[in-house]
């Protein structure tokens, strides 16, 4: 009783705290060597921390080999534990922090970003900057930004502007798509070759500086393929 009594009522100590900061960082790159050069240590300073804190702790966080450490069963227990538990606090403090913004701020992007992507995130947004007034502008054209009064905006584009500052957030992802039916129809399967005899549809002006690519085209040329030319449409009718 006496051992589990103890057990539970054991606190990190200080020195631990600062030990658990050194393994966080040993078991995100699970190598001491290059743990020592984020933490600017050596790497038998790593070493000799985590030993340290395996021998407090009473468990073993790393299985040891002459070229490199993995962590046990358990280390990724604690590893996980306390990523979670860092995350959380840094979230915390960040929402503390952007509880002092305050101000307004006009958005402008693609009218598909602000319906699938950027509307469905501003409560979030509200509950991190409760005092910041959010405006949402949408749009197909590239606008000039200063003259509109806009902060900041979200485009497709592969080649932004060098006047302004801009910033990458994710790629595309574009996937053929087609009815079920006719799918069957035409024997359609996963090989690219085999959209070789349908009737294929683009966006006749995808972005609002395009020049009329034919998307289509640009997809073969990656699986080195050859479709028949395709059908271009206004967005309008594409919606």
């Not at 539970?8 to 050069?37: I, K, P, Y």
């Not at 600017?40 to 040891?64: C, D, K, M, W, Y």
């Not at 009329?212 to 967005?235: K, R």
Request: net charge negative; with cysteine; glycine share 4%.
């Amino acid at each position: 009783m006496d051992v589990l009594k103890t057990l539970g009522t054991r606190l990190l100590n200080g020195w631990q705290l600062s030990r658990l900061s050194t393994f966080e960082v040993a078991a995100r790159h699970e190598s001491f060597a290059l743990a020592a050069d984020e933490l600017a240590l050596t790497p038998s300073a790593v070493s000799h921390r985590i030993n340290q804190l395996e021998e407090e702790l009473g468990i073993q966080l790393f299985v040891r080999s002459h070229r490199k450490v993995e962590l046990t069963r358990e280390g990724k227990r604690v590893y996980w534990a306390l990523k979670a538990s860092l995350d959380g606090l840094n979230q915390e403090i960040l929402d503390i922090k952007n509880q002092e913004l305050s101000g307004s701020l006009t958005v402008y992007s693609r009218p598909s970003i602000a319906q699938c992507w950027l509307v469905p995130a501003l409560g979030d947004f509200s509950r991190r900057y409760p005092a910041i007034s959010l405006t949402v502008l949408t749009g197909n054209d590239n606008v000039n930004l200063q003259r509109a009064g806009i902060d900041l905006a979200i485009y497709f584009d592969d080649a932004p502007s060098s006047q302004l500052s801009h910033h990458f957030l994710m790629d595309e992802a574009i996937v053929p798509v087609c009815t079920p039916y006719y799918a069957r129809q035409l024997q359609l399967t996963s090989n690219p070759a085999s959209l070789r005899h349908c009737t294929l549809l683009h966006d006749r002006q995808a972005w609002s500086n395009d020049s009329g690519t034919d998307e289509w085209f640009s997809w073969a040329q990656q699986f080195g393929i050859e479709l028949p030319q395709s059908s271009a449409l206004a967005s309008i009718v594409l919606i």
